[in-house]
Structures are given as C-alpha cells and as structure tokens.
C-alpha cells in the first residue's frame, strides 16, 4: 500500500508543478475545506452549469459524513450514494469526458488526473463489498477532486481557451436540474 500511495503522491507532486509552470497553482488542494477563505472563483458561463452540478455532488459528500456522524445504516446512505451517483454523477463524468477533458492538452498530468479519479470513483461506487470504506473513500475522492476540477482544471481551461473555442461549446451545455431523492432523508 506504502508504494501504490508513494506512487499517487509522487503523480499529484507532478501536476502541481505543472500547475505551478503555468501559473496555475492556487495554493494547497489537499485542504478540502468547506470554509473557503477566498473569494468565488469566477467560471466562464460554459462551465457555470457544471460548477452547479459540482455544488449537488459536494453535497452527498457532506450527506455522507452527515449520516456517519449520526450512526446512520451504513445500507440506507450507500442506497442514496448509488441513487445521485446513477441519476447525475455518472452522465456527469461522461459529459466531461466527451466535452471538457478533450480540451485539456494531450498526455497532460490534469488529463491523466482527471481520467483516473473519474475511473477511481465509479469503482467505488459500484464496489459493493465493504460499503463503509466506500462511502468514506467516496466522501474524501470525490470532494478532493471536484475541488481539483474547479481550482486547477477550470482554471487553465479559462485561461487557454479562446472566444471561439467557448463558443463552439455553448451548445453543448445542457443543464440537467437536480430533484432530491426525498424517499429517506436520512441526512436532516
């Protein structure tokens, strides 16, 4: 585990310094804090809709560490984690991977990152035995990397791409409005 760990360590070291080339580098991205000190990150009105949907999937992290704090069934959380990650998370990462990912630099560390948390995160979402450690590893990944996404990725999109480019997208953006799944809320 100390190797597979050193190795991921070594690879978010790398597209930190290359973040850091490009002036890219907003600070530490390891603090995923909800408390953000700084002001709202500007996003250019293509990537606004996603932002939105970013605000709904950090919130089943929270609902998840709402529901371990209050002794929850661990069944009833994984039930609604498997409900958001079916109906929104999983055309999300399809959607950003068919519009916004090829937009990043072939061979890119943000590229590489980006492809493997997204992999990383549908395996924990359809793992089934241990759905403690899923859940908790879920909670963690998915909020470190939306984080990611609109810190570092975001960033460099908006600075490298041109008005066409934008615009060329504009079409593509389809926001699909969030429902809560008010069956068992277990998080209030």
Same mark, same amino acid.
């Given at each position: 585990m100390f190797f597979t760990e050193s190795i991921y360590i070594f690879g978010f070291l %790398?597209?930190?310094? #290359?973040a850091k080339s490009k002036s890219l580098y907003c600070g530490p991205i390891i603090n995923t804090s909800s408390k953000m000190g700084n002001k709202p990150l500007k996003r250019h009105k293509v990537l606004q $809709?996603? %932002? +939105?949907? @970013? @605000?709904?999937? !950090?919130? !089943?992290?929270?609902?998840? =560490?709402?529901?371990? =704090?209050?002794?929850?069934?661990t069944e009833r959380i994984k039930k609604y984690a498997d409900w958001i990650f079916g109906n929104y998370i999983r055309s999300h990462f399809e959607f950003e991977e068919k519009y916004i990912f090829p937009l !990043? $630099?072939?061979? %890119?560390?943000?590229?590489?990152?980006?492809?493997?948390? @997204? +992999? =990383?995160?549908? +395996?924990?979402?359809?793992?089934?035995?241990? $759905?403690i450690r899923s859940l908790s590893r879920i909670e963690e990944e998915l909020e470190s @990397?939306? =984080?990611?996404? #609109? +810190?570092?990725?975001?960033a460099d999109l908006q600075d490298r791409l041109d008005k066409e480019k934008w615009n060329s997208l504009e079409g593509e953006i389809v926001e699909k409005k969030f429902k809560e799944n008010t069956e068992d809320e277990f998080w209030v």
């Open positions: %790398s597209i930190i310094n #290359e $809709p996603i %932002s +939105r949907e @970013h @605000h709904y999937h !950090l919130l !089943l992290c929270w609902k998840i =560490r709402t529901g371990f =704090r209050k002794k929850v069934a !990043l $630099p072939k061979g %890119s560390e943000l590229l590489k990152k980006v492809l493997a948390d @997204h +992999r =990383r995160l549908t +395996r924990l979402f359809q793992k089934k035995d241990d $759905p @990397h939306i =984080r990611f996404e #609109e +810190r570092i990725v975001f």
